[in-house]
């Protein structure tokens, strides 16, 4: 990969410029049923370091494998996008070593990290509606659902939002099976709920909801005038 780095002209001292290849990611996506999915358009490859919130997508095979190329040090995430088909990534792997609720690492002077998914069908849903501080239904208001474990935070594999419609209803698909919470975020984007120091604030306004495989999980939220207050502040 090519670098541009401009100097000012006055003297630096003691600069120190160190250089190592760029990685390669090779990829597969495993179906643990047998049959991969056809409806996987794109892989996004999501930068957690050193550039937080980048992107870069490929295209997989039809045998599943993929790959990314000048891949610089740092921590990654992959998502997958698909127009139809209903299943879930049940496990990561990278150079053999389990990393399903973490990052991609890559260290320097790596030449090559392999890593595999595993795509099982049976994701859950979960549905329900939103009232505000009365009972009437919550209309566009904004919502996150994230893992109830807070060691399974780091990733956006357990973070979803969403927003209610014309009757407070809301819906989030295609949920990995296990235990959330659910919080109304009448604010701004609800990706603030992925930052730490607002969880710690919101997260007992919550709703907690266990996904089954395959199932649908229902539950019904109330806007709290206290978590308002919150949400101003972001």
Same mark, same amino acid.
């Given at each position: 990969?090519?670098?541009?780095?401009?100097?000012?002209?006055?003297?630096?001292?003691?600069?120190?410029?160190?250089?190592?290849?760029?990685?390669?990611?090779?990829?597969?996506?495993?179906?643990?049923?047998?049959?991969?999915?056809?409806?996987?358009?794109?892989?996004?490859?999501?930068?957690?370091?050193?550039?937080?919130?980048?992107?870069?997508?490929?295209?997989?095979?039809?045998? $599943?494998? &993929?790959? *990314?190329? =000048? !891949?610089? #040090? /740092?921590? @990654?995430?992959?998502? +997958?996008?698909?127009?139809?088909?209903?299943?879930?990534?049940?496990?990561?792997?990278?150079?053999?070593?389990?990393?399903?609720?973490?990052?991609?690492?890559?260290?320097?002077?790596?030449?090559?990290?392999?890593?595999?998914?595993?795509?099982?069908?049976?994701?859950?849903?979960?549905?329900?509606?939103?009232?505000?501080?009365?009972?009437?239904?919550?209309?566009?208001?904004?919502?996150?659902?994230?893992?109830?474990?807070?060691?399974?935070?780091?990733?956006?594999?357990?973070?979803?939002?969403?927003?209610?419609?014309?009757? $407070?209803? &809301?819906? *989030?698909? =295609? !949920?990995? #099976? /296990?235990? @959330?919470?659910?919080? +109304?975020?009448?604010?701004?984007?609800?990706?603030?709920?992925?930052?730490?120091?607002?969880?710690?604030?919101?997260?007992?306004?919550?709703?907690?909801?266990?996904?089954?495989?395959?199932?649908?999980?229902?539950?019904?939220?109330?806007?709290?005038?206290?978590?308002?207050?919150?949400?101003?502040?972001?």
């Amino acid at each position: 990969a090519k670098r541009v780095v401009n100097f000012s002209n006055r003297n630096i001292d003691h600069f120190t410029i160190s250089l190592s290849p760029a990685a390669t990611i090779k990829g597969r996506l495993i179906a643990a049923g047998g049959k991969l999915p056809t409806s996987i358009t794109s892989i996004t490859l999501l930068w957690e370091t050193p550039i937080p919130f980048g992107r870069r997508a490929a295209v997989p095979a039809a045998d $599943g494998s &993929f790959e *990314f190329a =000048d !891949v610089r #040090p /740092g921590s @990654y995430e992959l998502s +997958l996008f698909r127009i139809a088909g209903e299943f879930f990534v049940s496990a990561i792997s990278e150079n053999h070593r389990d990393i399903t609720d973490t990052f991609i690492t890559v260290p320097e002077a790596t030449p090559v990290i392999e890593v595999s998914l595993t795509l099982d069908a049976g994701p859950g849903r979960v549905i329900g509606t939103a009232y505000d501080t009365g009972k009437s239904p919550l209309v566009d208001c904004n919502l996150a659902m994230f893992s109830a474990d807070p060691k399974k935070r780091e990733t956006q594999r357990y973070f979803q939002g969403s927003r209610t419609g014309p009757q $407070g209803r &809301f819906v *989030f698909r =295609d !949920v990995i #099976p /296990g235990d @959330y919470l659910i919080v +109304l975020w009448p604010g701004g984007d609800p990706i603030r709920l992925r930052d730490p120091d607002v969880v710690q604030l919101a997260e007992k306004f919550g709703a907690r909801v266990s996904v089954p495989v395959s199932g649908t999980a229902t539950v019904d939220l109330r806007l709290d005038p206290e978590l308002q207050r919150i949400a101003r502040r972001f």
